[in-house]
């Protein structure tokens, strides 16, 4: 490689990891934690917590009790830590 091609990629990866930092309370970052994780936990169960509801049914913040709820009360030992550290 070039010293010249070294020194574009260099700024270029440079101008991009400053653009792509943001802040976050948090508090949010949590709420985005448990919400990925309730998510993961809804596909990965489905069969035997969430078989009534809808396969392609998106969870949201606002679900995030229920699925902890379902996960407790059927999922095994599995469901009971997943859904016990989503209620955190």
């Known amino acids: 490689m070039t010293p ?3 020194a574009y990629l260099a700024e270029i990866g440079r ?3 400053r ?3 943001r802040v ?3 508090e ?3 709420q985005m934690v448990r919400l990925r994780e309730a998510r993961r936990a809804f596909k990965r ?3 035997s917590c969430f078989w009534s509801s809808p396969k392609d049914y998106v969870v949201t913040a606002q679900d995030i009790p229920w699925v902890a709820r379902q996960l407790m009360t059927h999922g095994g ?3 009971w830590r997943i859904g016990a550290s989503l209620c955190r």
């Open 28 to 30: 949010t970052a949590r």
């Open 24 to 26: 976050l309370p948090p």
């Open 77 to 79: 030992r599995e469901g």
């Open 45 to 47: 169960f489905y069969a």
């Open 4 to 6: 010249e091609v070294r």
């Open 19 to 21: 653009r792509s930092r």
């Open 15 to 17: 101008r991009g990891g």
